[in-house]
């Protein structure tokens, strides 16, 4: 019978207490469980999705280890919205299946947590922009609110705090939605990449003169043939490992070893 080791995480210490978003996970993971095999251990991380310190999912992947099991979770998004660590998680020899699109696999994981990331900064550029234009318009006299005036009736005028501060978004930060893509849409993005094919075809030449190239080379490489990631970034030996592993793969469809 298969076994199966949960992962779950939660925001803030007070959601930890509370179980609020847990139980949800907690519910989706046994649904998944049910009927498939026995869940063996429950691991529960507090902390931020885009730290990486993670001492109960890393807890989690030698549990899985050790009993042959699988990890699971919820959503893809709660192992990480870092695109190097989730490509690591792919290469550490763990099965591990994601709740929310169960057909995710070591090949489209790399890909899907790359939008993931994507998406995250472009919310956070957003709401910065966002927060940028409120404070002119505050400046300028010219803002209100959404509190309306029980009096008049009108919508208030934005006021400093005592300090003379405007205290603008949400105090508490605020959630990021991460888009759902469907795999062969993601393999659709990638595939129409200029930036990402030519960078495979560098990759694949480096492989075809060394198939025990390292990463760190291949990295060095791309860059120095001015090519950038989807996010326009320099490449590390770890954003590669991806695409390496695409090349790879692909080399074995056409006989190469």
Known sequence: MQTFVAYYRVSTQKQGRSGLGLDAQRSDVEKYVTGKGILIAEFTEVESGRKNNRQ??????????ENSAVLVVAKLDRLSRDAGFT?????SDVNFVCVDN????????????L???????????RTKMALAEKRKKIEQGNYTNSTLDPVTGQHRMMKPDKKGIYRLGNPNGYSLQMSRLGVEAIKRIAANNKNTIRAKNVI??????????????????LNAYGLSTTRNKTFTKYNVAYLTNVVREELKKDGVK
């Open 204 to 221: 694949r030449d480096a492989l075809r003169a060394d198939p025990t190239v390292s990463l760190s080379f291949l990295a060095n490489r």
């Open 56 to 65: 109960q999912l890393q807890t989690a992947i030698a549990k899985a280890k």
């Open 115 to 125: 939008v993931n990331q994507d998406e995250a900064e472009r919310t956070s550029l």
């Open 102 to 113: 169960p057909h995710i696999n070591k090949m489209t994981i790399g890909i899907l947590s």
């Open 87 to 91: 490509i690591q998680l792919s290469n």
